[in-house]
Structures are given as structure tokens and as C-alpha cells.
């Protein structure tokens, strides 16, 4: 651990504060600009502690794929969450584990738009699964059920 970070920690333990590393809480968010429950997706991100900047575009799918998502497990939007990207309404429980676990993958998605999943109206009907998104390409296991 460098000086720098190392007195970064010590500060922060000092003043009662939970230190973050510089990006670990700064998300864009690619949308659809007609899309509301993407807007509730990004509000629900702020209220979890996270600063937002939302990203209107008709090239969603294009940014997707270049991120890496399948076209048929990509979510509605997609947010780029220090290094990873996180496509669809994941949980927060999930955001959370990817940050602190830092897997070797690109990122997960929660495919389509689940009936009661954060930002999204409606009721729970059963876990949500969030699919990994490997480096290699395509799909991975089942990274988090919610």
C-alpha cells in the first residue's frame, strides 16, 4: 500500500469516516432517453450512496455489446461502476459484492426488465440472478441471487 493511501486510510479512521477509493461510487448510467424506469434505477443508485451522471443515447445496444453484454441477456440500461459494467436493474446487494469481491470478470447484468427489481414497479415474484460477464466473451455462471 503506497504512503499516500495509507495516510488516505488513517485520516479517514481518525475523522470517523469510511474511506473510498477515488471511482469506487462515480457511475455513468447509458440509457434510453424515453426510459423512466432507468431514471428511478439512477435515483435508487444516489440513495444508496452512489453519484450518478446519466448518459441519454439511442446506441444502447451498441455501447452494450462493446461492453461486453449479449444482446439477449442486456438490460434496459447500462452502467459503468468503477471498471465494471453492471446492465440492468441489479440490486445494490450485488453492486456492493462485485466492489468489494472484484471479480475477474467484465461485469453482470440482471437481463430485461424484472417486475419489482430496483427502479421497476410491480412485485418480487422470485431471486433475481445476475448473470456474469466473462472477459473471454459471453456469459458466465449465476454471480449473485437476490
Same mark, same amino acid.
Request: hydrophobic share 35%; aromatic share 6%.
Given at each position: 500500500?503506497?504512503?499516500? &493511501? /495509507? @495516510?488516505? +486510510? &488513517?485520516?479517514?479512521?481518525?475523522?470517523?469516516?469510511?474511506?473510498?477509493?477515488?471511482?469506487? /461510487?462515480?457511475?455513468?448510467? #447509458?440509457?434510453?432517453? $424515453?426510459?423512466?424506469?432507468? $431514471?428511478?434505477?439512477?435515483?435508487?443508485?444516489? $440513495?444508496?450512496?452512489?453519484? +450518478?451522471?446519466?448518459?441519454?443515447? !439511442?446506441?444502447? @445496444?451498441?455501447? *452494450?455489446?462493446? @461492453?461486453?453484454? =449479449?444482446?439477449?441477456?442486456?438490460?434496459? !440500461?447500462?452502467?459503468?461502476?468503477?471498471? #465494471?459494467?453492471?446492465?440492468? !436493474?441489479? =440490486?445494490?446487494?450485488?453492486?456492493?459484492?462485485?466492489?468489494? $469481491?472484484?471479480?475477474?470478470?467484465?461485469?453482470?447484468? &440482471?437481463?430485461?426488465?424484472?417486475?419489482? *427489481?430496483?427502479?421497476?414497479?410491480?412485485? /418480487?415474484?422470485?431471486?433475481?440472478?445476475?448473470?456474469?460477464?466473462?472477459?473471454?466473451?459471453?456469459?458466465?455462471?449465476?454471480?449473485?441471487?437476490?
Amino acid at each position: 500500500m503506497s504512503n499516500f &493511501l /495509507k @495516510a488516505l +486510510v &488513517l485520516a479517514s479512521i481518525l475523522s470517523g469516516a469510511t474511506p473510498a477509493l477515488a471511482g469506487e /461510487k462515480d457511475v455513468t448510467l #447509458y440509457k434510453n432517453p $424515453e426510459c423512466g424506469c432507468c $431514471e428511478g434505477y439512477a435515483d435508487y443508485l444516489r $440513495e444508496n450512496g452512489f453519484n +450518478v451522471t446519466v448518459k441519454p443515447t !439511442h446506441d444502447l @445496444a451498441a455501447i *452494450s455489446r462493446e @461492453a461486453g453484454i =449479449p444482446d439477449e441477456v442486456q438490460g434496459c !440500461h447500462l452502467s459503468m461502476i468503477d471498471g #465494471y459494467a453492471v446492465s440492468g !436493474h441489479v =440490486p445494490i446487494g450485488t453492486v456492493t459484492k462485485l466492489l468489494s $469481491e472484484r471479480p475477474d470478470i467484465k461485469g453482470v447484468t &440482471l437481463p430485461g426488465m424484472p417486475m419489482g *427489481s430496483p427502479g421497476m414497479s410491480g412485485t /418480487k415474484e422470485g431471486p433475481f440472478e445476475m448473470l456474469e460477464i466473462r472477459k473471454s466473451g459471453g456469459i458466465g455462471s449465476v454471480y449473485a441471487r437476490e
